[in-house]
C-alpha cells in the first residue's frame, strides 16, 4: 500500500509531463490566419447573446484578446488592409495603396494584384493575378525563408487579393472564387494546373447547391434586435428582386457570382479551407505551415444593406457558425493546442449615411464624378482649357505634370486655387498638398494616418478628406469604408490556441504588430518592410 501511495503520483507526474510534451510542440504545427473583410471590432460583441458558444465567444474566452487595434495609415480598404496584416507594414512601405492606383508611366489605372505576364488557372480568361505588386515580405515569405520553403503556405478566399496579398511572394498556392468559372481558381505564377482535388472540390458544384436555395435568416425575426427593420430605404436591393427585404431568392443561372453577397459565400471559403487542410496535409508534421483564409462576405453583405441591417447580422451569425466548425476541424485533423489562429480583420465600415441622417446625425455622400467635374470647373475657369487633372481616386487628385511643366505651373499653385472652392463643399473637412504633408495644420494623428498612405510613386498630389459618415459614395444606398475615423480603423485582434493563455489587453495596439508578433512566436526575423512592434503580452 505504501509502495502504490508512492508510484500512483509519480506516475501521474510523468503521464502528465509526457501528454503535455506530445500536446504542445515546439512550434505550432500550423498558423491559420483568418481575415473578416470589414469586421468593425464592435461586431465581436454585437451579437453576442445570438452566438454559439464554439466561434466567437470560444476564441475570446479561451483566446488572448487586443482590444484597441487600429490601422494606422488610410485607405482601409481590402488591399492595404491584408498586406499590412501580413507584411506589418503601411502602404508607404508596401506600395499597397489601395485597390487600384493611376500609374504616372503608363497612365492607365493598375489594379492591386495584376500581372498581365501570368495567365488564368481554372478560368477561361483574366484572373492574370499575383503578387509582384506587393514591394515587401510578408511574415508568410519570412516563415519560407527560414526553413527553405519547407514550410507550406497557402491562401483562400472569395476575393483574389484577400488570398495573394497574404500568402506572399514565396506561396505554394493562392486560390480565389470566380463565380463565372463557378470554381475556385489560381494563376500560373503559382501552378500550371489546378491539383486534382481543387479540381474536384469544384465538382462538388457547392456554389450552385447553396445558390438553389433561399437566404432566409437564421433565427426568428423576433431575435434581430440589435438590427434595424428588415428593407428599410437605405439598403441596396439584392440582384433581381423587388425590394431589399427576407427571404433573398439566389436562383442559379449558370454563374455563382452572387453568392458572394449572400453569408453562403463564407461557408463555401469554410468548406475549401477544410478540404486545403486535409488534401495538403497542413500541420501534419513538425515543420510549420502556414493558412491565410479571408472570409470577404462580410464585405459584400455589408456595403448593400450596411452594418445595421438584419442582413448584416444574419451573415455574422452564421458565419459565427462557419468559424466554430472550422476550429472544431482543426482541433480533429491537427489537434487542440497544435495550432495557432488569429482572427482581424482588414478594415471596418461606415454606418449607413442615410440612417445617420435618420438618426439626426450629421453625415452625407459625393461622388468621384462630382468631385472631378467641380475641380475641372475650377481649374479650367482659372486657368484656360487643358487636362490639368489626369485622374481622381481614392480621394487623391493626380495632376497633369507634363501639362504644368509646359505652361510653368507648379502643383502648389493648383492647390491654392482649389483650396478654397473645394473646402465650401458639404462634408470636406481637409484639402491637402501631399509634399507638405508635414507642415499641414491637423490633428497630429490624423496627420500620421495619411502620411503613412502615402507612396510616392502611386498616390496623388492632393488629399482630400472628409466629415464623419460622410464619403464618395458609387451607389445611392449601403455604405462604405476607407477613412481615418475609428469605425473604419479599429478591428478585432485575437489570437488563439498554441501556448495561448486567456486574457485581453487594453492598451494601443496597431495591426502592423501582428506579423512582427507572429515572427516572434515563430522565432523566424520579420518581414523586410516591417514598421510595427511586438506585443509583448502575447508573446510572454
Known amino acids: 500500500m505504501i509502495m502504490k501511495n508512492f508510484v500512483t503520483p509519480l506516475l501521474l507526474t510523468f503521464l502528465s509531463f509526457g501528454l503535455s510534451a506530445q500536446t504542445v510542440p515546439a512550434q505550432p504545427k500550423l498558423v491559420v490566419g483568418v481575415v473578416v473583410d470589414q469586421m468593425s471590432y464592435e461586431f465581436l460583441y454585437r451579437y453576442t447573446d445570438q452566438y ?14 487586443c482590444e484597441n487595434t487600429h490601422y494606422s495609415y488610410i485607405p482601409t480598404y481590402t488591399g492595404p488592409g491584408h498586406a499590412s496584416i501580413y507584411t506589418g507594414s503601411v502602404p508607404g512601405v508596401n506600395g499597397v495603396v489601395s485597390n487600384d492606383w493611376y500609374d504616372e508611366t503608363t497612365k492607365q489605372f493598375v489594379y492591386v494584384t495584376q500581372d498581365n505576364s501570368v495567365t488564368a488557372v481554372g478560368a477561361a480568361a483574366g484572373n492574370q493575378q499575383s503578387p509582384k505588386n506587393m514591394l515587401t515580405t510578408t511574415v508568410t515569405d519570412m516563415l519560407q525563408l527560414s526553413n527553405q520553403q519547407a514550410s507550406k503556405v497557402v491562401g483562400i478566399a472569395l476575393k483574389d487579393r484577400g488570398a495573394i496579398l497574404p500568402a506572399g511572394h514565396t506561396a505554394d498556392a493562392a486560390y480565389w472564387y470566380d463565380g463565372s468559372a463557378n ?26 447547391s447553396m445558390m438553389n436555395k433561399n437566404w432566409n435568416m437564421m433565427l426568428p425575426l423576433s431575435s434581430y434586435k440589435s438590427a434595424t427593420a428588415d428593407s428599410v430605404s437605405w439598403e441596396t436591393v439584392y440582384i433581381g428582386e423587388a425590394s431589399p427585404s427576407f427571404p433573398h431568392y439566389m436562383t442559379y443561372n449558370g454563374n455563382s457570382e452572387n453568392i458572394k453577397s449572400t453569408p453562403f459565400g463564407n461557408t ?14 497542413l500541420g501534419k508534421d513538425a515543420i510549420t505551415d502556414f493558412l491565410c483564409v479571408s472570409f470577404s462576405s462580410t464585405d459584400y453583405v455589408g456595403h448593400a444593406y450596411g452594418p445595421h441591417s438584419i442582413e448584416t447580422m444574419d451573415t455574422y451569425l452564421r458565419l459565427d457558425r462557419d468559424l466554430a466548425d472550422l476550429i472544431n476541424y482543426l482541433d480533429t485533423q491537427v489537434g487542440k493546442g497544435n ?22 446625425i ?5 461622388t468621384e464624378a462630382i468631385m472631378t467635374s467641380n475641380m475641372t470647373t475650377i481649374l479650367r475657369e482659372q486657368l484656360g482649357e487643358g487636362e490639368w487633372i489626369k485622374a481622381y481616386t481614392n480621394q487623391q487628385i493626380y495632376l497633369n505634370d ?3 511643366q509646359a505652361k510653368k505651373i507648379s502643383k502648389k499653385e493648383i492647390y491654392n486655387i482649389l483650396y478654397e472652392p473645394l473646402m465650401k463643399l458639404d462634408g470636406v473637412s481637409y484639402v491637402l498638398l501631399v509634399d507638405e504633408l508635414d507642415g499641414a495644420t491637423l490633428n497630429s494623428k490624423i496627420k500620421e494616418l495619411v502620411i503613412n ?11 482630400i478628406l472628409y466629415e464623419p459618415y460622410w464619403f464618395e459614395a458609387y451607389r445611392p444606398t449601403g455604405t462604405t469604408h476607407g477613412s481615418h475615423f475609428s469605425y473604419d480603423t479599429h478591428v478585432p485582434l485575437v489570437f488563439y490556441g498554441w501556448k495561448m493563455k486567456p486574457g485581453a489587453l487594453f492598451r494601443d495596439t496597431y495591426v502592423t504588430d501582428i506579423a512582427p508578433t507572429i515572427a516572434a512566436l515563430l522565432k523566424i526575423s520579420e518581414p ?3 514598421v510595427g512592434t511586438i506585443i509583448p503580452e502575447v508573446v510572454k
Open 528 to 530: 523586410n518592410g516591417c
Open 268 to 281: 463555401l471559403t469554410a468548406n475549401f479551407a477544410k478540404a486545403a487542410i486535409a488534401n495538403e496535409e
Open 402 to 404: 507634363s501639362l504644368l
Open 52 to 65: 454559439s458558444d464554439n466561434g466567437f465567444k470560444r476564441l475570446l474566452k479561451e483566446g488572448f484578446s
Open 183 to 208: 470554381a475556385w481558381v489560381t494563376s500560373s505564377y503559382y501552378m500550371n494546373a489546378l491539383p486534382a482535388w481543387v479540381q474536384s472540390f469544384n465538382n462538388e458544384k457547392q456554389a450552385e
Open 339 to 360: 495550432y495557432l489562429m488569429f482572427l482581424t480583420a482588414d478594415h471596418g465600415v461606415s454606418p449607413t449615411p442615410q440612417y445617420m441622417q435618420h438618426l439626426k
Open 362 to 366: 450629421p453625415a452625407g455622400t459625393t
Open 453 to 463: 498612405g502615402i507612396y510616392p510613386k502611386r498616390c496623388g498630389d492632393i488629399q
